[in-house]
């Protein structure tokens, strides 16, 4: 799985960066199984299938949700754009022309 490739040699690399690959890794494959699960849903004609893959999807999503609490508290930089970025109302490329105005960017 293209995923799971390193673009460089394990030994140079810090355990720390590996753990992180892992979890974005795990994080794509979460989101691309909630694909899945969505599409089958709206494309099956059996209601009780649908509801089976739609609760599937929700699982996903939570697993997903997991892998990015992780992130968040294991890497600075993820956390200070989850906080810029999540929970917010308004335009989100506002926001972004926003915190670049404020820093002077």
């Known amino acids: 799985m293209s995923s799971e490739a390193l673009h460089v040699q394990r ?3 810090s ?3 590996i753990e992180m690959h892992y979890a974005i890794a795990s994080l794509m494959e979460e989101f691309e199984a909630v ?4 599409q089958r849903a709206d494309d099956t004609q059996d209601s009780e299938l649908k509801a089976i893959l739609l ?3 929700r699982e996903e999503l939570e697993h997903a949700s997991m892998i ?3 992130m968040r508290r294991n890497d600075k930089d993820v956390g200070e ?3 810029a970025y999540l929970f917010k109302s308004g335009s ?3 926001h972004e022309e926003g915190a670049s105005d404020q820093h002077g960017l």
């Open 15 to 17: 355990r720390k960066t």
């Open 68 to 70: 990015l609490e992780w």
């Open 11 to 13: 030994d140079k690399l």
């Open 35 to 38: 694909d899945w699960y969505r």
């Open 55 to 57: 609760h599937n999807a």
């Open 81 to 83: 754009q989850l906080k």
């Open 92 to 94: 989100i490329a506002g």
